[in-house]
């Protein structure tokens, strides 16, 4: 194997996915996983009334997007992240970065930076 494979998860807001996504063909970026998923951090809940009834709502819709790179840098995505989903808002979201052991592609077998490849 050799090379380094990382897997890049951020959980932001949806907004500006998609030219977030473009930017990241840009940069060499070929598969991204993307979720929809709910969360909490540091921002505050609000009050909702709905058919007459108050609620707080404290879980707040975003999105995960699952990145894992060997040849593009993980600053690079990083920068893009941040261009994109930055407001300076509490809400902003995280960036987690792993290192993977290894990548296998089922349909192949093959692994490491090859499964990650789209030749076959």
């Keep these: 194997m050799g090379e380094t494979l990382t897997k890049i998860e951020i959980v932001t807001r949806p907004n500006k996915f998609e030219q977030f996504k473009q930017e ?3 940069i060499g970026v070929s598969g991204i996983t993307v979720s929809d998923v709910k969360g909490t951090g540091l921002q505050k809940g609000f009050v909702e009334t709905y058919r007459g009834v108050k609620r707080e709502i404290t879980l707040h819709d975003r999105i995960k997007i699952e ?3 060997c040849e593009v840098p993980v600053h690079e995505v990083i920068e ?3 261009k994109f989903f930055n407001t300076g808002q509490p ?3 995280k960036v987690f970065i792993h290192e993977l052991s290894n990548v296998i592609k089922i349909r192949t077998g093959e692994e490491g930076h090859d499964a990650l490849k789209n030749d076959k």
């Design 91 to 93: 809400g902003d979201g």
């Design 67 to 69: 990145i894992v790179v």
């Design 24 to 26: 990241l063909a840009k």
């Design 80 to 82: 893009v992240a941040r």
